[in-house]
């Protein structure tokens, strides 16, 4: 949770064996540091109570679609999702354990994102990152305006949700069983009026899969210190010279 705010669910999309090093150092900036008191959450343990969760979710042959880490990485948005519900969180963010802050400054950023959340019409998401490079145009930017609407997804890896978006959510997955990667699933829920989307500007998170500090668990993106230069230089352009043509 964040002290001060409505925000009184924090969660981390995690894997359950690989990621010991990367849960330590999350436990430190999340949960010590920044005193969020974020909540890990895996697939299950035991393989057969992950097939039964597969079919209750995703369409008949997702195997065929998606690789296996791809899978249980929406699979465990999803069981995010009922934990909201289960636990009456008003608001939640949800994080991949990839989550790079950017600067310092997370939770006075974050209560002023809260803040305008409370103005909005309920069933949303919140996109807190820049993983796509995307942002609102420089020629709709507001003085004291931080949520721009938007038509799409900036990737899953940071986002903020009320408890009706995950009831939502939900409630379409019963009838439309998921059949994408969840920043795709996430898209289609917006292109069909069931959620929401609004862009937080600044941005106040990056994947480290994106800026090349952490490798991914579901992509061949590679980390180190050439995917640092390039992704800076693409974000100096996109931030600062494309904006001005859009």
């Not at 981390?12 to 436990?27: A, K, N, P, S």
């Not at 994080?95 to 790079?100: G, K, M």
Request: include cysteine.
């Amino acid at each position: 949770m964040v002290d001060g705010t409505k925000i009184d669910g924090i969660y981390v999309v995690h894997g359950i064996t690989g990621y010991e090093l990367r849960e330590e150092l999350l436990e430190n900036l999340l949960n010590k540091q920044y005193k969020l008191d974020a909540e890990f959450v895996t697939e299950s343990r035991v393989p057969e109570e992950n097939e039964a969760l597969l079919q209750k979710y995703f369409i008949d042959d997702i195997r065929n679609i998606l690789g296996k880490g791809s899978a249980f990485c929406t699979l465990v948005h999803i069981l995010i999702y009922e934990k909201i519900i289960q636990n009456k969180n008003r608001y939640a963010i949800i994080f991949e354990n990839d989550v790079c802050f950017i600067g310092n400054k997370f939770l006075e950023k974050i209560k002023l994102v809260e803040k305008e959340a409370d103005t909005l019409d309920e069933g949303f998401i919140i996109s807190l990152e820049n993983s796509t490079l995307e942002f609102p145009s420089l020629w709709k930017l507001k003085k004291n305006k931080y949520l721009y609407k938007a038509k799409s997804g900036r990737c899953a890896g940071a986002y903020m949700i009320d408890r009706k978006a995950a009831e939502l959510m939900l409630n379409d997955i019963k009838i439309n069983k998921c059949k994408d990667v969840i920043d795709w699933w996430h898209n289609d829920l917006i292109d069909r009026n069931v959620l929401k989307m609004y862009w937080a500007h600044p941005a106040l998170t990056e994947q480290g899969s994106f800026n090349g500090k952490l490798p991914s668990s579901i992509s061949v993106r590679n980390n180190g210190f050439i995917r640092q230069i390039r992704w800076n230089a693409q974000k100096m352009y996109k931030t600062y010279l494309l904006r001005l043509f859009r």
